[in-house]
């Protein structure tokens, strides 16, 4: 089932995920429910609290990578409960966007390779490095999981740059090829 993806402004994008626990009613509804979402989005990851759950989950599929690196083919996975235990090597820029800002892209600097642990949809734990474009997606959903979006990436100055734009995302006024939810304006009371 297609979920509707949060957009910038909502305050489940700013809070810290919390652990999954093995017997998660719904989880695995959840994930099937997010690569719906995501491949509906042409998007190559999302992570839970995107689709308005708290939980810490993330998904990626970055097969559309292929032709930038090969072993990205197939590369679909699903990272419950993660923490990237490792990051290394000169920061790179990457050219960034996310579902939950429509229209949006900003080169990020990251470092290139990670180690992360994980546990699978099958709750099987894993250790594993990735490098590169792998390493950058994983990166940029792992973020979300701590509540950190790709702008509080840039710098206060870029920051302003786009603000208006930002407001404009926030309030439902950027056009996605797919299903928003924007987040609830509050109402002044009157009398
Ligand atoms: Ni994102």
Same mark, same amino acid.
């Given at each position: 089932m297609i979920l509707p993806i949060v957009a910038y402004g909502d305050p489940v994008l700013k809070k810290e995920a919390t652990p999954v626990e093995? $017997? &998660?009613? +719904?989880l695995k509804e959840l994930i099937n429910n997010m690569f719906d979402t995501m491949y509906n989005a042409q998007g190559v990851g999302l992570a839970a609290p995107q689709v308005?759950? +708290? @939980?810490r989950v993330f998904i990626v599929d970055a097969s559309p990578f292929k032709q930038e690196d090969?072993? @990205?083919? +197939? /590369?679909k996975k699903v990272f419950i409960?993660?923490? %990237?235990?490792e990051e290394t090597g000169k920061e790179w820029l990457f050219n960034e966007g996310c579902l939950s800002f429509p229209k949006l892209r900003e080169d990020i600097w990251r470092k290139p390779s990670i180690k992360i642990k994980y546990y699978d949809e099958d709750f099987n734990l894993h250790e594993e490095k990735y490098d590169g474009i792998a390493a950058r997606i994983i990166q940029h959903e792992y973020d979300h999981i701590k509540? %950190?979006? /790709?702008? $509080? &990436? %840039?710098t206060p100055f870029k920051r302003r740059i786009i603000k208006s734009k930002l407001n404009a995302i926030s309030k439902g006024l950027v056009n996605a090829d797919y299903k928003m939810k924007v987040p609830v304006k509050k109402q002044k009371t009157v009398g």
């Amino acid at each position: 089932m297609i979920l509707p993806i949060v957009a910038y402004g909502d305050p489940v994008l700013k809070k810290e995920a919390t652990p999954v626990e093995r $017997d &998660h009613p +719904g989880l695995k509804e959840l994930i099937n429910n997010m690569f719906d979402t995501m491949y509906n989005a042409q998007g190559v990851g999302l992570a839970a609290p995107q689709v308005g759950s +708290g @939980l810490r989950v993330f998904i990626v599929d970055a097969s559309p990578f292929k032709q930038e690196d090969k072993r @990205l083919e +197939g /590369f679909k996975k699903v990272f419950i409960n993660p923490v %990237i235990v490792e990051e290394t090597g000169k920061e790179w820029l990457f050219n960034e966007g996310c579902l939950s800002f429509p229209k949006l892209r900003e080169d990020i600097w990251r470092k290139p390779s990670i180690k992360i642990k994980y546990y699978d949809e099958d709750f099987n734990l894993h250790e594993e490095k990735y490098d590169g474009i792998a390493a950058r997606i994983i990166q940029h959903e792992y973020d979300h999981i701590k509540g %950190i979006v /790709f702008i $509080d &990436h %840039i710098t206060p100055f870029k920051r302003r740059i786009i603000k208006s734009k930002l407001n404009a995302i926030s309030k439902g006024l950027v056009n996605a090829d797919y299903k928003m939810k924007v987040p609830v304006k509050k109402q002044k009371t009157v009398g």
